[in-house]
């Protein structure tokens, strides 16, 4: 599978175009899979080399982007993103529903991106924020974040193990939510972790 290689990634917007509805379409039922909602204001998204390689194709085209130099910075962006051996990554993304109000309702859950936890068993994994290469300000609560789980062969085992109870959640004093991991995206992860580095 290609691990966002700028060979794979379609510089004629044209082109592109053509075969768009096609993607988006392919690329929803993937995303639906791979989704988990966590109360009424989170929902993360997991993120393979699939996800990723729509999601720069997408930039590219939406940026109206056609040298390699600028896909190249897009591929960087989200190739950190990558499930790896030992992590697997999400997009977190917060759900406020009235524009209007957005900024004071990300200051009333500040920091909640820190608070993500994915529990294997009794292990309980923090995730990692993962602030864009470009991000000012990394303590900032925005609507959208990038979070990494760092995982152990152990926990790997345990993942794999449907026995055995997942769950993610979060606790921050103003939004606390606890949901299990489907059978469908823990055996999905499981193939993620198994990712070449």
Do not use: C, W
Not at 3 to 30: F, Q, S
Not at 109 to 119: D, F, K, M, S
Not at 155 to 171: D, G, I, Y
């Amino acid at each position: 599978m290609p691990r966002l290689e700028l060979d794979e990634i379609n510089l004629d917007r044209d082109g592109y175009a053509a075969a768009r509805a096609d993607a988006r379409r392919r690329m929803l039922a993937i995303r639906r899979s791979r989704r988990v909602k966590l109360g009424g204001l989170i929902a993360l998204e997991f993120e393979n080399e699939d996800t990723l390689h729509y999601q720069v194709q997408e930039m590219v085209y939406a940026e109206n982007i056609t040298t390699d130099s600028g896909a190249g910075e897009e591929i960087e962006t989200y190739r950190r993103l990558l499930p790896t051996a030992g992590s697997v990554s999400a997009t977190l993304f917060l759900e406020f529903t009235d524009l209007a109000t957005v900024h004071g309702d990300l200051d009333g859950v500040a920091g909640i991106q820190h608070l993500i936890r994915l529990q294997v068993g009794d292990a309980v994994i923090a995730a990692v924020d993962v602030p864009p290469p470009d991000e000012a300000n990394v303590e900032q609560t925005y609507s959208v974040h990038f979070i990494r789980f760092d995982i152990t062969e152990e926990q790997r085992e345990a993942l794999a193990n449907l026995t055995v109870p997942v769950s993610l959640s979060v606790e921050h004093s103003r939004f606390q939510a606890s949901v299990p991991v489907p059978a469908e995206l823990r055996a999905q992860l499981i193939v993620d972790l198994a990712a070449p580095a």
